[in-house]
Each structure stands twice: as C-alpha cells, then as structure tokens.
C-alpha cells in the first residue's frame, strides 16, 4: 500500500497539534490504521497545505502524487473547504474540479477516495451559508463516487463530530478528537473496522460575551484581514510529507 493524502488543511492535520509544534490529523492515523489492518507497513506522503482552494489541489498537488516513484496505490481527495468561505463559489464548479480528479486517477490505474469534510457551521459566522454549500457538494461528491464506484467517507453528514468538544479554538479545525473520529470514519469507508472514538456526551460549554469577543478578536479579524489582504495562511509552507514515509503497524 502506498497511499498519498491531498487537500487542506483539513488533510494537513490542522488542529491536531503535536508537542513539537507539527500536526498530525486524520491522515497519518489513517495510514497507521492501515499499516494496522494488513499487518505490514504503509509508505505514506501527505500533500497537503493549508489555505489551499480545490483548483490548486488538483491543478498542483494531484500531478505531484501521481508523478510519485513509485507510484500511490490509493490518492484521498477533500477539497472545498476554503472555496466556500468565499464569495461567489459555485459548487458545479467544484464539482466538475473533482470530476476532474476522478479521470486523472482512472487513466493513471490508482486508486481514489473521496471524503467529505465536517460541517463547521454551527458556530461559525454565516455559518447557514456554509451549511448549505457544504450540504450541496457532499450530495455531488457522493453521486460521483457513486457512478465511478470510488469509496466515499462522508464526514460532513456525521452529527456527531459538529458538536464543539471535537473542535479547535478556531472552530473551523478538528482538534485531536475530531481527528480521531474522522480516521474511524475513513478506515470504515475503506472496509477496515477501526472502531468509533465518541467522547462523553458531556454538555456543550456555554457560549459568553466575553469568550465571543476574544474568538472574534483571535480567529476571525485575523482570517478578515488575510482576505483583504489576498494573504493565505499556507503562504509560503511546503508538505509536510512529500516524499514516502514509512509507516509501520503498530
């Protein structure tokens, strides 16, 4: 198994923040639970950067795993996230990108997952915006698996992972739990029983004045700024895993 992640940050690892300041996130424990699952190891590359819009994923980051010696067996693909966050996205557009995706891979013989990411928008500012462009690509995205007949691993229709204890400070990111979760979900799309990590169904912690202002201080004037200023937060940031790594069963 040689298997390449691209996307996001979402397939960066953003929010799963290890002692040394690197990420780990879904990903890298979707590779451990495959080198788990075959009893082998795993040669693992992880593509993806944060801030990345779905145009720059396929254009840049899918040419780059497939030119890989040797080449992936299995590319997971999410893309999307950061497209609707800004106006005048069109989700057939999207769509047609991923298609896109899907007949680079077929001609190419590798093998291809597609996976929806969480929906954010519960705390989110025009967070019924997001919903529904989100929504709407998960049920395009599903389709296309669908016809082609590609794994799909929907995490964005898991009500479980929406509630706030499996979600960074920013609360556009997973943190570890989150990550967790969604490595469950990905390895059971891909025919492996990982297991589901759930957290205690403790209650929400309440939303006050004072901890509203110091998100909107910390996370959302700061994302406001970088638009206006046309600044991504990946600027300048390589892949952290763009050459094999070799991942071994635990």
Known sequence: ??????????????????????????????????????????????????????????????????????????????????????????????????????????????????????DPSGRLPFGRTIHRRGAELTVAVAELAARHGLPFANSFDDVEIRRPQYWAADRLHLNAAGHRRVAGIVLAALGHAAGEHRLDPAPAPARRLLAEARYYREHVVPFVQRRLQGRSSGDGRAAKHPSWVRVLAA
């Open 1 to 118: 198994m040689r298997f390449v992640a691209i996307g996001d940050s979402f397939t960066e690892g953003v929010g799963d923040e290890l002692p040394d300041g690197t990420v780990r996130g879904w990903a890298d424990l979707v590779a451990a639970g495959l080198a788990a699952a075959s009893g082998e190891p795993v040669q693992y590359a992880n593509l993806a950067v944060r801030g990345r819009l779905l145009e720059s994923i396929i254009g840049e980051q899918l040419p780059a795993a497939l030119d890989m010696s040797p080449p992936p067996t299995l590319i997971s693909l999410n893309g999307g996230g950061n497209d609707m966050l800004r106006r005048g996205m069109k989700v057939d557009h999207l769509v047609r990108l991923t298609e896109r995706a899907v007949r680079r891979c077929a001609d190419a013989g590798v093998g291809l997952l597609l996976i929806s990411g969480p």
